[in-house]
Nanobody
Framework: VQLVESGGGLVQAGGSLILSCAAS????????MAWYRQAPGKQRELVAA???????NYADSVKGRFTISRGNAQNTVYLHMNSLKSEDTAVYYC????????WGRGTQVTVSS
C-alpha cells in the first residue's frame, strides 16, 4: 500500500490550502484515514481523522478552520485548510488504517506571517 500526499506549499497567514492523499496498492476500503503533522522539534500530532462511515474528529487547534473529507475515488482523503496560521507550519502526513497502519512521506506546509 502506498499513500501519496500533494498540495502542500507556501502560503501567507490567513490563506488556504487543500491537501490531497491518494492510496494505491489495495482494493479494500480503509477503516479510517487521517492527517497528522509534525513541526520542527515537536512530536507528530493528529490533525483530523475520518472513518469509512464519515465520522470525523479534529484537533482543538484546527476546529472551525480545517475540514477533512473523503473523495469519491476509493481511499482518497482531503484536508481543506482555511485561515492558516504560522503555527500550522509543519510536514503533513497522510495516515490510513485497516488492520495495519500506513503512512505517506509527507508534504510541507509553510505559513508565513
Amino acid at each position: 500500500v502506498q499513500l501519496v500526499e500533494s498540495g502542500g506549499g507556501l502560503v501567507q497567514a490567513g490563506g488556504s490550502l487543500i491537501l490531497s492523499c491518494a492510496a494505491s496498492g489495495t482494493t479494500l476500503t480503509f477503516n479510517s484515514m487521517a492527517w497528522y503533522r509534525q513541526a520542527p522539534g515537536k512530536q507528530r500530532e493528529l490533525v483530523a481523522a475520518i472513518t469509512s462511515g464519515g465520522s470525523t474528529n479534529y484537533a482543538d487547534s484546527v476546529k472551525g478552520r480545517f475540514t477533512i473529507s473523503r473523495g469519491n475515488a476509493q481511499n482518497t482523503v482531503y484536508l481543506h485548510m482555511n485561515s492558516l496560521k504560522s503555527e500550522d507550519t509543519a510536514v503533513y502526513y497522510c495516515n490510513a488504517q485497516r488492520n495495519l497502519e500506513h503512512w505517506g512521506r509527507g508534504t510541507q506546509v509553510t505559513v508565513s506571517s
